[in-house]
């Protein structure tokens, strides 16, 4: 690693998931032993709180913390990743609108789909959670300007049949020119990462 700076990605993860996920085993892969010593770069992924008035100040913090060269969010993380003004990052098939999707965020119990640092496994969201997520969601795009504008990049998969249109129509009104679409799912998977996200990446110049 001599003579090059060794670069950080900030991954924020979607719904029910952790910072112990595939897709981040996936990035670390890639970034770590696939990738050649100056692209090389440490993945910190966080367990994200359940409620999104604790998670912004949680994200928040972390962000100015870690001073990330790039902030990736996938689904409900690219939520989150959008609102880190400032950072160069990366939305992918993000979420804006969980607290609509009646089928993910209702009240009840939930399992965690990895493994949380915690060690809980089981969470619950009640009519408060459900609250907080429209009260966050309505002022997400507020504190936009010009410059903030021009670091925040969306990508959009084809087939992707969990985040409706209104997510891409949403990111195109606050940041136009901004977003691609690519083949593919929901999910960031290694085909994604490899054909669409490091190019994008590359693109970028901050790995």
Known sequence: MSGYALRKILYLHGFASSGASGTVELLRKWF??????????????PDIPLDPLVAEKTLEALAYDEMPDLVIGTSMGGMYAQMLHGFT?????????????????YVGKHKWLNKRKDGETEFHVTKETVAHFQEFESRQFDGIDDDDRMLCHGLFGDADTLVGP???????QHY????????????????????????????????
């Open 32 to 45: 770590w032993e696939r990738a050649e010593p100056a692209h090389r770069a440490v993945v910190v992924a």
């Open 89 to 105: 990052r990366i939305c992918v098939n993000p979420s804006f609108w969980t607290s609509k999707k009646y089928d993910i965020l």
């Open 166 to 172: 209104e997510s891409r129509e949403a990111f195109e």
């Open 176 to 207: 136009p020119g901004m977003s691609q679409t690519f083949p593919g799912g929901h999910q960031l998977n290694s085909e994604v990462l490899a054909n669409t996200l490091i190019p994008c990446i590359r693109s970028l110049n901050v790995i």
